[in-house]
């Protein structure tokens, strides 16, 4: 059984930074790649940032590159979001994924989601 927690967020101010960190046991995976998704009140949930199991390669929804960096922990099966500059429009609750079809945009290919961290940004 493979178990995806997520950590981090909370309440922060426009323009400033948060980080938020995704933890997966249960299952040997420094081999998958990981993934950031969210989803605002009323919307559907969207991507916002992936990387590979090496962590060489990343990928960013639009609406973040520039101000949001995923890194890999040291431990592999860690992955950290950094959110700086953050917005109102930020403002959702953020899901952990874990797949294993390269740092994809796409929900379908994710098999394991965490439960989600809230994130609220104040104007």
């Known amino acids: 059984q493979v178990q995806v927690v997520e950590s981090g967020g909370g309440l922060v101010q426009a323009g400033g930074s948060t980080r938020l960190s995704c933890a997966v046991s249960?299952?040997?995976?420094?081999?998958?790649?990981m993934g950031w998704f969210r989803q605002a009140p009323g919307k559907e949930r969207e991507f916002v940032a992936a990387i590979s199991w090496s962590g060489l390669s990343q990928r960013y929804a639009d609406s973040v590159k520039g101000r949001f960096t995923i890194s890999r922990g040291n431990a592999k099966n860690t992955m950290n979001l950094r959110m700086n500059s953050v917005k109102p429009e930020d403002t959702a609750a953020y899901y952990c994924?874990?797949?294993?079809?390269?740092?994809?945009?796409?929900?379908?290919?994710?098999?394991?989601w965490g439960q989600g961290t809230q994130v609220t940004v104040s104007s």
């Open positions: 249960g299952r040997t995976i420094s081999m998958y790649d």
């Open positions: 994924a874990v797949g294993s079809a390269g740092p994809s945009g796409r929900e379908r290919e994710y098999d394991y």
